[in-house]
């Protein structure tokens, strides 16, 4: 049998790729990949499965009793979903109505729920990871049990946009990522940012002489860290989806901002930026 068709294929997390050096074709390479991070319509649609799983006739019911979705469309909905043995297809709208029903339409000031999660627990990278997303749920719907006087919706974002429900939930994925290979230094500049920066530093977003300050800091301050310059911190947060950075000008001055994912706000114990944001 002739196997000339088949080549091999090699799995490897995105953070590891961008670690990859020494090769001269990395360029050729990134144009074969294949991309398996989680979007956003897989998130949700993974999520409400389980629902659908074990209570279908109750969303069912609750839907049409909130009747923020025409009944007509419902009944559709859920015949298509019964087809598909209680697994939503990846249609946007159809998830947006359903996150609507359970977590709420709007986050108030933050949006809609479907946007929120996306955008609060995502990698700076722009990945999303499936253990935070999960993590947050339990906790959240812990903390509805005990407290929870709302009719409406199922979840209400007061339990997940919760600065400390959101902190907690980070706890598992950062313990996985610090514990990677190569990866021991997080666990000392994230000790450091919570517990000994300065307030002034403890930004979600910083100009450039405020990073590289930051960053001096945690080489002189934390102990026995294998980082020991300022370019192979940056490219430790970078590659691991903590930090982004971009260039900016102004007038004829270049500079680079540097901002931390939402994801670690509140574990990190992290401020908004000020309305006069220093370059």
Known sequence: MNYICMSPKLFLRSDLYEKIGNINNKNELSNKTINIEWSREELFSYFFKFVLINAANDFNAIMKEYKDVPNQYVNKMFKNLSELKNQPPLDEYLLRQMCGIFFGKYTEKYGESYDWFFRNLKNANGTISLRPFIDLLSLSIEYALENDNYDKPILHPLYYTHGSTRASAVQNHFNDL???????????????????????????????SDFMALLDLIINNSGPIEHKDRDSLIELLTVNGIIRWKSVRISSKAYTNYQFALLYKYYLGLKNVDKKFKK
């Open 178 to 208: 610090a514990a990677e290979e190569g990866n021991n230094d997080l666990k000392l500049i994230f000790n450091y940012i919570q517990t000994k920066a300065p307030q002034k530093y403890k930004k979600i977003q910083l100009g450039q």
